[in-house]
């Protein structure tokens, strides 16, 4: 079983501070990493994705990928309230393999931004 | 127009009955998926469609039974369903299949709430 692992949280920062949600996954030919953002009562979305090693900034968003350390992180930087959400982690291995026919998911972590 | 829309938003079904779900994508996407979302559990994938045909059954029980007329049309057809088939039901679409790329786009719509009495 393929696990990806997200602290379920909330996480809760102050207005103004860095978010830093952090997931790991098992397998270690995963090769494609992705964050979606989920609010209450709403569908995922997209916001970032990375493939590579490092750092890939995107605005106020920062994904960060270890492969070695099976480590994928996404930071926020000054946190909105309005970025109060569910962060779901989602991982997949290379194209035209076992593991890389669909998205594997983590459960999400909560992020409560306070004014 | 949304994107990928679901119908219907909400639906309460006892545990004989015959209904079904549908979803609609107008961005021209070639895949679609269904996925169930149950609280404190991963996204679940539990059908694939690349250009209308059916490519991942993710050992969902035959009681769900999925249909792709063509590809901006998924349905999912429930029958005889269980009170722990309750759960929120997303459809999802992307340019490609997931399994023939490496980018994750999927687009979902605003999900099916099912509850099942």
New interface residues.
């Given amino acids: 079983q393929k696990e990806?692992e997200q602290n379920?949280g909330p996480l809760s920062v102050p207005e103004g501070a860095i978010a830093s949600l952090n997931c790991t996954y098992s397998d270690r030919v995963s090769?494609?990493f992705?964050w979606y953002r989920q609010y209450s009562g709403?569908?995922?979305?997209?916001i970032m994705?990375i493939?590579s090693n490092g750092d890939k900034e995107d605005g106020r968003f920062t994904a960060q990928l270890n492969k070695a350390s099976q480590y994928v992180s996404l930071l926020i930087r000054d946190s909105q309230p309005s970025d109060s959400a569910t962060y779901?982690c989602?991982v997949?291995g290379?194209?035209?393999s076992n593991s890389?026919?669909?998205?594997?998911?983590?459960?999400?972590t909560s992020l409560l931004v306070t004014p | 127009e949304t994107g990928v829309t679901q119908t219907p938003r909400h639906l309460v079904m006892g545990m004989t009955n015959k209904k079904s779900l549908k979803c609609e994508q107008h961005l021209g996407h070639n895949a679609m998926y269904w996925y169930k979302q149950s609280a404190k559990k991963p996204l679940e994938l539990m059908f694939v469609y690349n250009f209308k045909e059916q490519t991942e059954n993710n050992s969902v029980p035959s009681r769900f039974s999925p249909e792709c007329p063509n590809s901006s049309h998924l349905f999912l057809h429930l029958h005889t369903l269980q009170p722990e088939d309750s759960a929120l039901y997303l459809c999802a679409s992307s340019q490609d299949w997931v399994g023939t790329v490496n980018t994750g786009e999927l687009f979902f719509g605003e999900g099916s709430r099912l509850t099942v009495l």
């Fill in positions: 990806v379920s090769q494609s992705f709403k569908s995922p979305e997209l994705s493939y779901l989602a997949k290379p194209s035209n890389g026919y669909a998205l594997n998911f983590g459960k999400g």
